[in-house]
């Protein structure tokens, strides 16, 4: 019985032992599956890895909320490092590219070797692509493409399948392929070709088609200077595009606004993570993080402006060349007087973005450079448009007054290295006939006793010579160094000798036409949400530096600007015009036939809009005068009226 109950005794003891065990075992299990089960994963044959889901681009909208630039659907063939079967991927590759020949169906091919036998650089090579594939900097093309056989095991091809294939699989790799970053192998097929590959799934495994977003110009030819292009990552961006968390095979702005607003309308990208089991099979997958689409950038212009006063400037230059001038191009910038904010800016020639994009060397090549930007970095000239500042440097100095009659002989004779001569002989003549008729030898005596130093710093507070301060690149002009006392004092006194944009001349009549605020040219009015109901930045004129003017001198200096297109150099086309208009008409001298240049601001009581025009050669003054109609006309009596559609805003805090 001792024995016995020694035996129960022990027996007891150990299965509490056991109890005492077995939970602090089925605790530790549970704190291991449940407590720490992400940190564990990984050790119980599960992994997980992240792809990228792209977020759309913001769109580029009108001041209206017209459409500009904007995304459509379409397709890429992509190939995802998850599902690949890398024994099978020559074949798959030699299959893809096969098929897109016969659909004429481009597909990414970075390889740096002619495409077809005897296969040679396409260009001067990098040691550095010569190191990344594992050879010398010395090494020969031919070294190149035996390297690549060898690396990714094409002998069984015959050369030119070897070469299709190696310029896909040197792309992926170029291109940072993984899990993490699919692989798009052709962007934007047709149609037809995504039904294809679709349909085939079963035997191009790992390749897949996907749904995207990509560029549209509504209209193609609007303004394509200033809304600019979007483009594949230049190889010297891509180190620092990587940093920022781009990858290779996204799109970027690469001039005018989509450039400019790139950190804007470019969005946050999304994730969607693979649960992966031991043997490397795919067991799930979830989106881990929702892509946030770019914002969108609303702009200062004006479709129906833009388009009118595009069209007026070419119809102009045909006209002019029609009748045997020699007009070899023009610019027309529309501002709000009151803010700075541009509602139109026009070249001419121009060219359309989907020629572009599709023949950009023909573009590159054609007569008097359609790709320049004159309306911004076009240096020219302005002629007699200069002399309304001329007139309010003199009378705000005391040194002339409105209403003295200076008398006009016809040559100028104060300076004896330079005896300039008037269009005319107007005997006494005030300020508002002398710029009525544009009288050079009025404007030489004021600039005469005003001086060039004092002169030049007129024009640099009205905004000539200096950046405007917009979005994109401008040319800050040409001021040139005139030293008072000298003849090129009178040259700068009728808009000689210095050269400024047509941005700066729309600025500059801005200024003189809401009193002396000179604002910063704009051409971004709001930026906005992807579906338009939050706004996040809205900015409204900021003011650069104010002209201290006496209303009375402004006063005179705008009557004088009516009375040019009332009966004056710009009545031809304004005299019945049934809006009043201040005006200046301009012819400045260059090599061969004048320039016609014309600043305008209307309505003349209460002036909202300024508008600048220069035509290369165009001869006189008032020819630039209709298209400052046609954008008058746009903006005072277009049918078009802005959408009713867009949802209210709020303002975020």
């Not at 493409?145 to 190696?166: C, H, P, V, W």
Request: aromatic share 10%; hydrophobic share 40%.
């Amino acid at each position: 019985m001792p024995f016995a109950k020694k035996r129960h005794t022990r027996f007891n003891a150990l299965a509490l032992v056991l109890c005492v065990i077995f939970i602090i075992c089925t605790l530790r299990t549970c704190h291991l599956s449940v407590v720490k089960a992400n940190k564990y994963l990984s050790t119980d044959g599960v992994t997980t890895r992240t792809a990228v889901l792209k977020a759309p681009r913001g769109e580029i909208l009108d001041n209206a909320g017209r459409e500009i630039a904007v995304n459509r659907e379409g397709y890429n063939i992509i190939f995802n490092r998850a599902y690949i079967d890398f024994d099978s991927i020559n074949d798959t590759i030699l299959t893809l590219c096969d098929y897109l020949t016969t659909k004429d169906t481009p597909w990414e091919d970075k390889l740096p070797l002619t495409k077809t036998a005897p296969y040679s650089f396409t260009d001067e090579v990098s040691e550095r692509f010569l190191t990344s594939i594992g050879l010398a900097h010395y090494a020969t093309s031919e070294n190149v493409f035996a390297k690549l056989i060898d690396t990714y095991k094409l002998e069984g091809y015959t050369e030119s399948q070897a070469r299709t294939i190696m310029g896909v699989r040197y792309t992926m790799v170029y291109s940072d392929f993984s899990i993490a970053n699919p692989y798009i192998f052709a962007e934007d097929v047709p149609t037809e070709v995504m039904q294809k590959v679709s349909e085939s799934g079963f035997l191009l495994k790992g390749v897949t088609v996907e749904t995207a977003h990509f560029r549209e110009y509504v209209d193609s030819d609007l303004a394509p200077h200033l809304i600019g292009t979007v483009g594949s990552i230049y190889a010297e961006q891509w180190e620092e595009l990587k940093a920022k968390g781009y990858s290779y095979s996204d799109k970027v702005g690469k001039s005018g606004i989509e450039a400019y607003a790139e950190d804007v309308l470019r969005g946050i990208d999304g994730e969607i993570t693979y649960y992966i089991d031991a043997d490397g099979v795919i067991i799930g997958s979830e989106v881990t993080k929702e892509p946030i689409a770019g914002k969108t950038v609303m702009l200062t212009l004006d479709k129906a402006i833009q388009d009118n006063t595009q069209s007026a400037l070419k119809q102009v230059i045909d006209d002019l060349n029609g009748k045997g001038g020699k007009c070899t191009g023009g610019a027309a910038v529309v501002m709000n007087v009151k803010t700075g904010e541009i509602f139109a800016s026009a070249n001419y020639p121009t060219y359309d973005m989907k020629d572009y994009m599709e023949n950009y060397n023909a573009i590159l090549n054609a007569p008097n450079n359609p790709l320049i930007n004159r309306a911004f970095q076009g240096i020219y000239p302005i002629g007699s448009t200069i002399k309304p500042i001329v007139a309010i440097a003199g009378i705000d100095n005391n040194l002339v007054t409105a209403t003295e009659n200076i008398r006009c002989v016809h040559t100028y004779y104060h300076f004896s290295d330079y005896t300039p001569s008037c269009m005319g002989t107007h005997g006494l003549i005030s300020l508002n006939r002398a710029l009525a008729k544009s009288c050079n030898y009025y404007f030489f005596e004021v600039g005469t006793r005003v001086g060039a130093t004092k002169l030049t710093n007129y024009f640099t507070e009205f905004g000539l010579g200096v950046k405007t301060g917009v979005e994109i690149y401008d040319s800050a002009g040409l001021l040139a160094e005139v030293a008072d006392g000298s003849g090129d004092t009178l040259q700068i006194s009728i808009g000689q000798k210095n050269a400024f944009t047509p941005l700066q001349l729309a600025v500059y009549t801005s200024t003189l036409a809401n009193g002396g605020t000179r604002f910063r040219a704009s051409l971004i009015d709001k930026i906005v949400s992807y579906d338009l109901k939050t706004i996040h930045e809205d900015s409204k004129g900021e003011a650069l530096n104010t002209v201290k003017i006496n209303p009375s001198t402004l006063d005179s200096v705008k009557q004088g600007m009516l009375s040019v297109t009332v009966d004056g150099t710009g009545s031809s086309v304004f005299g019945s015009y049934p809006i009043k208009v201040g005006g200046k008409t301009g012819t400045s001298q260059n090599q061969g036939i004048d320039h016609s240049i014309f600043v305008a601001f209307a309505p003349f009581e209460n002036p909202e809009i300024a508008i600048a025009v220069v035509l290369e050669h165009g001869n006189s003054g008032f020819a630039a005068g209709s298209v400052v109609k046609a954008a008058l006309d746009a903006y005072f009596f277009s049918q078009e009226t802005t959408l009713d559609t867009l949802p209210p805003y709020s303002v975020l805090p």
